[in-house]
């Protein structure tokens, strides 16, 4: 079993900036396309980030210019850096890990989930 673990949620000021990491363990994660979803309150679960097990990277639209996705094998996590926050993106984040790839990941099908950080965004 791969357990994920979220952290790097807040509360932070529109224009602001918060870095997510998910650190994985119980296996490797260096087969694995890893990603970023979130969910506001109300509204279904949306993709946000994912990288390849090449660290090909894919951004949802909403974020393209302000996130970006990284991964450490060595260190077995991925990252989400958050630049130019704006409210909308108030929202659970959650990491998410696939052994199908990133195209899978994307589309939700995800073998495994962490529980997800808060990121509250003030305007």
């Known amino acids: 079993q791969l357990q994920l673990i979220e952290s790097g949620g807040g509360l932070v000021q529109a224009g602001g900036s918060l870095r997510l990491s998910c650190v994985a363990s119980?296996?490797?994660?260096?087969?694995?396309?890893m990603g970023w979803f979130r969910q506001a309150p109300g509204l279904e679960r949306e993709f946000v980030a994912a990288?390849?097990?090449?660290?090909?990277?894919y951004l949802a639209d909403s974020v393209k210019g302000r996130f970006t996705i990284s991964r450490n094998n060595a260190e077995n996590a991925v990252y989400l850096q958050m630049n130019s926050l704006k409210p909308e993106d108030t929202a659970l984040y959650y990491c998410?890990?696939?052994?199908?790839?990133?195209?899978?990941?994307?589309?939700?099908?995800?073998?495994?989930w962490g529980q997800g950080t808060q990121v509250t965004v003030s305007s």
């Open positions: 119980g296996r490797i994660i260096t087969n694995y396309a």
């Open positions: 998410a890990a696939s052994v199908s790839g990133p195209s899978r990941l994307r589309a939700g099908d995800s073998n495994y």
């Open positions: 990288i390849s097990y090449l660290s090909n990277t």
